[in-house]
């Protein structure tokens, strides 16, 4: 079994005969997050990041070309659910970075506070995405990332509101887009050309547009980046 830095800082693959999955070195080793398998290997353990229970690592095996989450990085994250893909930004950013992560339903974040209470990077945040200005006073920016995965009709306005309201120029965003929350019966094509559209009206210039099929079905992942002054 060995393990390689992967071509993005903070992600590792790890190889074991001729199967090869992604990681990150755990920030809490012995702990299991969402019930992934931890390695050792010379004295330092990593968290196997499923590419079947995170769209970010599905985005990665599925040839993400920019990371904009690296060490020392500050994120936004919107749709945290009980933290299982924040566990490992967790581990990428490190001690020196920090990840906002806002959750709404009351009984989901209760996992994520209890994930927090663990890594002290991660600041937990029961609110609606919707409403940036509700949290605006706990996130102290500015921030580099954000990062949103809510499941919601109106993705790419929401994903906006937060850059405008938290970040400058040169900022990131990355989407996750789940075509059937937006639209039930149009087709795939029509839905991710709409919420595109919308990103590069709103002055955000995409930088990776993936298709995770088939780990992730009917998903695109979106990297955008803040390229002019938002309105
Ligand atoms: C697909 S799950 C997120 C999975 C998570 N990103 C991961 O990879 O571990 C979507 C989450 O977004 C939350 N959500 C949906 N709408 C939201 C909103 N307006 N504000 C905050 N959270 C929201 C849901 O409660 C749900 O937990």
Same mark, same amino acid.
């Given at each position: 079994? $060995?393990?390689?830095?992967? &071509?993005?800082?903070?992600?590792?693959?790890? &190889?074991?005969?001729?199967?090869?999955?992604?990681?990150?070195?755990?920030?809490?080793?012995?702990?299991?997050?969402?019930?992934?398998?931890?390695?050792?290997?010379?004295? $330092?353990? /990593?968290?196997?990041?499923?590419?079947?229970?995170? =769209?970010?690592?599905?985005?990665?095996?599925?040839?993400?070309?920019?990371?904009?989450?690296?060490?020392?990085? =500050?994120?936004?994250?919107?749709?945290?659910?009980?933290?299982?893909?924040?566990?490992?930004?967790?581990?990428?950013?490190?001690?020196?970075?920090?990840? /906002?992560?806002?959750?709404?339903?009351?009984?989901?974040?209760?996992?994520?506070?209890?994930?927090?209470?663990?890594?002290?990077?991660?600041?937990?945040?029961?609110?609606?995405?919707?409403?940036?200005?509700?949290?605006?006073?706990?996130?102290?920016?500015?921030?580099?990332?954000?990062?949103?995965?809510?499941?919601?009709? $109106?993705?790419?306005?929401?994903?906006?509101?937060?850059?405008?309201?938290?970040?400058?120029?040169?900022?990131?965003?990355?989407?996750?887009?789940?075509?059937?929350?937006?639209?039930?019966?149009?087709?795939?094509?029509?839905? /991710?050309? &709409?919420?595109?559209?919308?990103?590069?009206?709103?002055?955000?210039?995409?930088?990776?547009?993936?298709?995770?099929?088939?780990?992730?079905?009917?998903?695109?992942?979106?990297?955008?980046?803040?390229?002019?002054?938002? =309105?």
């Amino acid at each position: 079994m $060995n393990v390689f830095q992967y &071509k993005f800082q903070g992600v590792y693959s790890l &190889k074991d005969k001729d199967r090869t999955s992604l990681c990150t070195q755990s920030l809490t080793p012995g702990i299991r997050v969402y019930g992934e398998k931890l390695i050792t290997l010379d004295d $330092n353990e /990593y968290r196997i990041w499923s590419t079947r229970r995170s =769209k970010l690592s599905a985005a990665i095996k599925s040839g993400l070309s920019e990371m904009p989450i690296q060490p020392g990085s =500050k994120i936004l994250y919107l749709g945290a659910a009980s933290g299982t893909t924040v566990s490992h930004c967790s581990d990428i950013v490190g001690d020196k970075g920090t990840i /906002y992560a806002v959750e709404f339903s009351e009984r989901t974040a209760r996992d994520l506070i209890h994930l927090a209470a663990a890594r002290s990077n991660i600041m937990p945040i029961v609110e609606d995405a919707r409403h940036p200005t509700r949290y605006a006073s706990v996130v102290a920016g500015p921030i580099e990332v954000v990062y949103q995965d809510v499941a919601q009709p $109106n993705q790419a306005d929401i994903l906006y509101e937060n850059l405008k309201t938290f970040c400058s120029f040169g900022a990131w965003g990355m989407l996750a887009i789940k075509a059937r929350s937006i639209d039930s019966t149009s087709s795939l094509d029509e839905i /991710y050309s &709409k919420e595109i559209a919308t990103l590069d009206n709103l002055g955000l210039q995409i930088v990776d547009n993936i298709d995770l099929n088939p780990l992730e079905k009917d998903h695109r992942f979106i990297v955008c980046r803040v390229s002019e002054d938002l =309105k």
